[in-house]
């Protein structure tokens, strides 16, 4: 696996569980357009767009990125990202 490079995007949030984003790591390198990355809170896939917007993926592009052979890395991220969340939640709650 590359190295896990993080760059900073324009504000935004997230468009699933509104999370202010403001940096991103890529699973592929550099984050660009069309580059997949997820929502350091809730996980959820997004796309960037060409002005380094997040979108979600539409049904066709989830099943693309599904077929992918990054689908197995992507799916790695997201369960780390939920793992890490759940572990801070404990640690609120102790
Ligand atoms: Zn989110």
């Given at each position: 696996m590359g190295e896990i490079l993080t760059v900073t995007i324009p504000k935004q949030h997230c468009r699933s569980c509104g999370h202010l984003l403001d940096a991103a790591s890529g699973l592929e390198g550099t984050p660009k357009p069309g580059s997949v990355t997820l929502?350091?809170?809730?996980g959820t896939i997004h796309l960037f767009t060409p002005k380094m917007r997040v979108r979600l993926p539409t049904d066709g592009e989830m099943l693309d990125l599904m077929l992918s052979k990054n689908w197995g890395q992507i799916m790695l991220a997201q369960k780390t990202v939920r793992a890490f969340q759940t572990l801070a939640s404990l640690s609120r709650q102790a």
């Open positions: 929502c350091i809170r809730c």
